[in-house]
Every structure is written in C-alpha cells, then in structure tokens.
C-alpha cells in the first residue's frame, strides 16, 4: 500500500512537471498487478510556421521580377534598395516569411511598388497546414517598411473550402469596414468568441518602432485564466462548457488579405509610388495539433502533420474509434474533470465495458429488456435501428461499400412519393412502384403512361391510341379536337343529326355557326316524337 501509494504521487509529481494533459496513459500497480491507466491528452505547442505551406496571390505579386528599385518611407528619396528575383541576394521570395533567421539578418518577402496606383494594391497570403489546429499563443506578423493601412485575417477549418473573417485591422475602423473600433480588452466573457475590428496594430508610428500584427490569443485566454494565465484549468473548463470557444481557436487555414500598405501618413503621394509596398519579415503561428484529447504526440509523416492517436482512436484528428472498437460511439477526450480529464476511449466490440452489447458505434446506451431477457442497444443514430443498431430504419437501406460500423452504413430510400406505394425499399434501394410506374425511385413510366404527379395511361399517342378527324395529342393526355369534333379521340361529330352542319366543310366554324348548330339539334331533338 506505502509502495503504490509512492508510486501515485512519483505519478502526480511527472504530470505536473509535465504540464497538464501531456500522459496519454500510465502504467498502475494495484493489488491486481499493474494495469494502465488513460488519461486526456493533447500535444504540445508547436511553432507552426515550420510546417506552413505559403501561397500568395495574385501571380506576380512577389517583387523582383522584372528588377524594381523601391524606396522608404522614412526617406523617400533615396533609393538604392533594389528587387531582384533572378540574383538571391536581392530576392525576396514568400519563404523568407516563414525562415529561421540567422546573426541578426532580417529576411523578408516583399511585393511589387504601387505603380499602379490609384488601382489598389492587393495581395493575398493564404496558409495552409492539412491539419486542425489550435491556437495557443498570439500569432504574430512581422511587417518590415511600415504595417498595412488595412488587413483582414481570415480563417477556414475545412482546409479552404469555407473562410470566415477572424479580424479586421485598419487604421480607421468605421471608414474602412463600418465596424466600430473595439480592442480585446473590451471583450467580456460571454463574448469573447466575436469578431472584432482593431485600430491597434494599424497605426503609422513609424516603420521601425512597431513592427508587428497581432491576433490576440493570450488576452483572450486571459478572461478566463487570469493575467498570468495561472489558473488553466478555469480555461479549460470554459473549453468544456461554452459553445463555440473551442472551435474559435480552432483553424485549418489562414489567409492575411492585405488591402492597404503604410502610407507613412494622411495622404498617398503620387508622385513617389516607389514607397509603397507591403514587406513580412515572419508569421509566428504558435499552435498545438488538435488531436481531440487522445494524442500526446503529433508527427510530421509524408509532410503532413499526423495525430499519434491513443485510447484505441483514428484518422488525422483521432476522430474516429479504430476499427473493431466501436462498442461504443465516439467521442472526444473531455479536461474534466480536472487535473486528468476524461479519456473516453473507444472500446473493443463486446469488451465488458461496453456491457458485452455491441452497438457498432451507433449508440452508447445499452439497456436490459426484462421480460424478454435482453440487453439492447438505445436510441441507435445514423439510422440504424435493431437490437445491435444492425438493421438499417424503414426507409433506408444498407449500403454494401459500407461497414456496418460506418456512420454511412445505411442510405435514404428517397423513393418518390407519387410513384411509391410506400417509402421503403428492398436491400438493393429499389422502391415498391405504383402501376404504370418503374425506376429505382419510381420517379419513371412504363412506356404506355405518361407523368402527372404519378404515372397515368395515355389517352393518346402515335401508334395504337390516334386521334381522329384532325385531331393533335397533346403530351399523351388528351387530344385536341377541331371545333367541330368531340369524344376523348376526336371520333364524334359535334352536330352528327344537324343537316347544317353537314354541309359546313370550312375548317373554322364561327362560334355562331356552332351556336346555332347546337341550338339546331337540340330543338330537332325535342321536337322529334319518339
Ligand atoms: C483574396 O481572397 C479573396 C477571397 O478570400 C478573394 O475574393 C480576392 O479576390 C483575393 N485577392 C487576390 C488579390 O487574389
Ligand atoms: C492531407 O493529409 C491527409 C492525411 O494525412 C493526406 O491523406 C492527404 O493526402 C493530404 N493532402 C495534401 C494535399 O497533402
Ligand atoms: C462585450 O460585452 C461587454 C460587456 O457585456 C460590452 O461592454 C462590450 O461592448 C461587448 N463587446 C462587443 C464587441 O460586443
Ligand atoms: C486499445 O486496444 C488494445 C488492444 O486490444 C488494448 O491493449 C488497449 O488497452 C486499448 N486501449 C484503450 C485505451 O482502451
Ligand atoms: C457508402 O459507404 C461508403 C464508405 O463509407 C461511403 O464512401 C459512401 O459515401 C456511402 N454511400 C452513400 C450513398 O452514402
Ligand atoms: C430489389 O429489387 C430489384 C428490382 O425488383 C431487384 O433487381 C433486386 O434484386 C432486389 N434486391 C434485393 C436484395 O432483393
Ligand atoms: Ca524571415
């Protein structure tokens, strides 16, 4: 007991010098012999500029190419500097932003002049990492010549598919994007996750004193944390509990807009454009892999960055239970409780943590039927449905590509709904059609039927069902009958007693004519004794 009590606190003593949520799992010894123990885990903070992937637009952007001479800010009138993509001395390329830099050498990527002027000068610096992850610290931008007029940082976490605005910075809020200035000391709790718009790091203050643009990280920590930061486990409780905060942090891709350089003052001066030109130095992105609580490590492999995933977890994130163990649907590690958290760990199909009912990761709740004798699984999702959410729900079916521990394991039926008996369908998707219906769906006629919100038999066509006397089909339904002929093929004569009408062989009868015809037979009609 002295000895595993010992142990416990050896045990408590590493984690804490560790820093918190960096085991994965330990080794116990108990009475019963050692067993291991897991724990909530998440990789350490990492510069993420290494492993960046920079690309900016528009093409020709970069300077250099052909030579251009610039000048500065601070004096404009002289200028020797020159740019120059073929000689690498004078190049200043888009890795110089992301370089580490050597005895006190500033590299820097560095744009073509605003010659163009007043055309504004755009230039977009998309970053991308194939990876989610977190923020951890402030990231920085070091501009070198001045910082942007005014720039947006842009986020997406769906490696670029959708982008978001994470903040705005201009050196007049209100002009530049009719926002109100606001800066993140301004921010409370509760809304702490909103995006702002800052004069902060946008004023002229001359290009050497400040050269750096900040995306605030830890002032926002700081709400919860404490200035110091010293209380993270209040953080990481917020983590927990409040909607959004986790995934505020949280980005695939960055991407500065830059829509304004420094201008060094009010006014642009025309006749030095030379001056004006946007020049980054670094982007520090202080990040960790987000890992969803199960990894401790994350590894460069095949130049990806690649979660080590623990607790029996897969894919790029941990996102996923390994195969075979998915007793139990998945879910991401939790920091409560503190200081350990919660590892949820995937558990092995018909392990006795998952209470020897398999769910194939359907469900986390099994429940004993008594009088049947039973444990099942409750509440199955991805539309499964059974005793073990094996079977696909009424009005799905099992697609054969799939697991059965797929979240895709079963398909909407979609059968259509006039041309349907029912909405369910047989194990290959097909639908029960309606007559005269067919198709998988039955959203299709047999040949002989035409569609009007289901299939209906045609009362005309061109083969077997003719209209007569002149008569057109009017899209299989019915046919369109010359005045003087009725009936559903145009067969009968409209006046077929009425001598008069007889004789009309005009093709286009007046409506007189017709009204008189009709009078006619109807008066010969009564008139006639029986
Ligand atoms: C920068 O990206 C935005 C979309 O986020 C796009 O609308 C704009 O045209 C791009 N600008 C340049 C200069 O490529
Ligand atoms: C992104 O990462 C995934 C998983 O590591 C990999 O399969 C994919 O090929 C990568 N994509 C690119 C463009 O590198
Ligand atoms: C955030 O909330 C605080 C207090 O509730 C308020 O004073 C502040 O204006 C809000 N900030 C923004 C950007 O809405
Ligand atoms: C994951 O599975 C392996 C192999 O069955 C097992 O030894 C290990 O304890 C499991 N880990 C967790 C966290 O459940
Ligand atoms: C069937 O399952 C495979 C494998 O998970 C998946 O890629 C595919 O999208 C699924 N098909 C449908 C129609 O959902
Ligand atoms: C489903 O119905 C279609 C069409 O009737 C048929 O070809 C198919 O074999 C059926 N599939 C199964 C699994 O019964
Ligand atoms: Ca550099």
Request: glycine letters at 6%.
């Amino acid at each position: 007991m002295l000895i595993q009590a010992v142990l416990l606190l050896l045990l408590h003593c590493l984690a804490s010098t560790l820093g918190q949520y960096e085991l994965c799992k330990s080794l116990v010894s108990t009475d019963e012999g050692s067993v291991w123990e897991h724990y909530a885990c998440q990789p350490k903070p990492a510069s993420m500029k290494d492993y960046m992937r920079i690309k900016v637009d528009p093409p020709g952007i970069t300077c250099g190419n052909p030579p251009e001479r610039f000048c500065t800010l601070e004096n404009p009138y002289l200028c020797s500097d020159e740019c120059d993509a073929s000689n690498p001395d004078l190049a200043h390329p888009p890795q110089l932003m992301q370089d580490r830099e050597r005895n006190g050498l500033i590299t820097y990527w560095q744009t073509v002049t605003w010659r163009r002027h007043p055309e504004p000068l755009l230039a977009n610096i998309t970053l991308s990492w194939n990876k989610s992850l977190e923020l951890t610290d402030d990231i920085q931008i070091t501009f070198e010549y001045g910082r942007p007029t005014i720039m947006v940082l842009d986020k997406s976490m769906d490696h670029g598919r959708s982008w978001q605005p994470y903040q705005f910075y201009a050196d007049d809020c209100l002009d530049a994007f009719n926002m109100p200035p606001k800066r993140v000391r301004d921010l409370s709790p509760a809304n702490i996750t909103r995006v702002i718009c800052t004069e902060q790091y946008s004023r002229w203050v001359g290009s050497k004193n400040d050269k750096n643009v900040k995306f605030e990280v830890r002032a926002r920590f700081a709400v919860f944390a404490g200035p110091r930061l010293q209380n993270m486990d209040s953080l990481y409780t917020r983590m927990e509990s409040m909607k959004g905060l986790r995934d505020f942090f949280t980005f695939t891709n960055l991407r500065l807009r830059l829509l304004k350089p420094a201008l060094g003052g009010t006014y642009v001066q025309r006749d030095n454009l030379l001056k004006y030109f946007y020049a980054i130095s670094n982007i520090e992105v202080p990040a960790r892999c987000k890992c969803n609580l199960h990894a401790s490590q994350c590894l460069l492999i095949d130049g990806n960055l690649q979660c080590q995933c623990e607790h029996n977890t897969t894919g790029q994130d941990c996102q996923r239970c390994k195969k075979g163990f998915k007793a139990k649907s998945w879910k991401a590690g939790s920091y409560l409780p503190a200081p350990n958290g919660t590892p949820n760990t995937c558990t092995i199909a018909g392990s006795p943590s998952g209470s020897n009912c398999e769910c194939y990761g359907h469900s986390n709740r099994c429940s004993y039927i008594d009088y049947l004798n039973i444990v099942t699984c409750v509440s199955c999702k991805h539309n499964t449905r059974g005793q073990n959410c094996q079977h696909c729900r009424l009005g799905y079916f099992r697609n054969a590509s799939a697991e059965l521990d797929d979240e895709n394991v079963c398909i909407e039926c979609n059968c259509n709904q006039m041309g349907s008996v029912h909405d369910r369908c047989n194990g290959t998707g097909f639908c029960q059609c309606k007559d005269g219906a067919t198709g998988a769906k039955c959203d299709d006629c047999l040949p002989g039927f035409y569609w009007k919100q289901g299939c209906y038999s045609n009362i005309c066509d061109e083969e077997m069902l003719l209209c007569q006397n002149g008569g057109t089909c009017y899209q299989n339904q019915k046919c369109i009958c010359p005045p003087e002929f009725k009936g559903v093929l145009c067969q009968q004569s409209r006046c077929e007693a009425g001598k008069d009408c007889n004789g009309a062989s005009s093709p286009h009868l007046s409506t007189a004519t017709l009204l008189l015809c009709t009078l006619l037979s109807y008066l010969l009609a009564t008139l006639t004794p029986h």
